[in-house]
């Protein structure tokens, strides 16, 4: 019986995440041709054609569609059995604070591959939608870590994935662009609320705060039912969503950023690690 490397069902798994072999390519740190002749070779080994190319791009088979969940099983698993073995020794806390928009988003992947590779570590992480009170709790030691959203002038911390706020609205309702406008933000202190407003005040534009929640999952709920305008950054806008192209003031671009305390743990620093080598990898967007 033949055996399936690790390497190709990582190739395989990140062509079935983006279904685009070049930005797969650039993940995976390989060249497009690499990785071509990585997924022909899988196909070989499981006698089985995973992809179907075109003119537009990739798409998965009803057997690609089944080996990307059973390829993520497998690498999870591996991963997890290298950890215990590997890195059984590396232990301690680590505290990260975030917003929201990260938590419910791209974290879930990262926090996944690092509890599995550092089966020891204990992870705490805290959630508030201030920036300025997680950089608040990193100096006075509450925090190791900080994933902070940041004005892209701004000064401090790893700048790792650069993104921009738009304004966004439900294609369902219509609102009237000319009136008074209803927003729908965070509460008071988040980053997306306080461009919003300054950018409206400077535009001269009158508006409301129709709803406010400290929660992504709140806001979008509201954008959606048409209770009002949101403010997103464009990589985490979804289905069910529509950008605002014209009609508003422009919104300000951001970067995702790392902050990390100083004399920090052995189990912080792979974090750290992890988190930047998926922001590399195009995964905090």
């Known amino acids: 019986m033949k055996d399936l490397p690790i390497s190709l069902l990582r190739t395989f798994v990140t062509v079935a995440r983006t279904l685009n072999l070049t930005s797969a390519a650039q993940q995976r740190h390989k060249a497009p041709s690499t990785v071509s002749m990585q997924l022909s070779r899988l196909e070989s080994l499981l006698d089985a054609t995973l992809l179907e190319r075109g003119q537009y791009g990739v798409r998965l088979t009803a057997a690609g569609r089944q080996l990307e ?26 505290r990260l604070g975030t917003h929201d928009q990260y938590a419910t988003r791209v974290l879930t992947p990262i926090l996944e591959a690092f509890v599995l590779s550092y089966p020891e570590a204990n992870l705490e992480v805290f959630i508030d939608h ?6 608040k709790m990193l100096d006075e030691d509450q925090l190791d870590l900080a994933l902070i959203e940041m004005p892209f002038s701004s000064e401090g911390g790893e700048r790792l994935t650069l993104d921009e706020l738009v304004w966004v609205r439900s294609p369902s309702h219509q609102i009237d662009l000319n009136m008074t406008l209803p927003l729908a933000v965070f509460l008071d202190g988040c980053y997306h609320r306080d461009s919003a407003q300054s950018a409206l005040q400077a535009a001269e534009k009158d508006y409301r705060i129709a709803f406010s929640s400290q929660s ?3 806001i979008l709920a ?3 039912a048409g209770i009002g305008i949101g403010v997103l950054p464009r990589s985490t806008v979804e289905p069910g969503i529509s950008v605002i192209e014209e009609g508003l003031p422009a919104l300000p671009k ?7 305390a100083n004399n920090v743990n052995e189990a912080t620093q792979r974090l750290s690690a992890t ?9 905090l967007q």
């Open 216 to 218: 992504r999952t709140g």
């Open 130 to 135: 201030r920036p300025q009170q997680l950089q």
């Open 222 to 224: 509201a954008v959606k």
């Open 69 to 94: 969940m059973d390829a993520r099983k497998l690498i999870s698993l591996h991963d997890q059995i290298l950890g215990n073995y590997q890195h059984g020794g590396i232990k301690g806390t680590v």
């Open 275 to 283: 988190i930047r080598e998926r922001a590399a990898e195009g995964l």
């Open 254 to 260: 951001t970067h995702a950023t790392l902050f990390v």
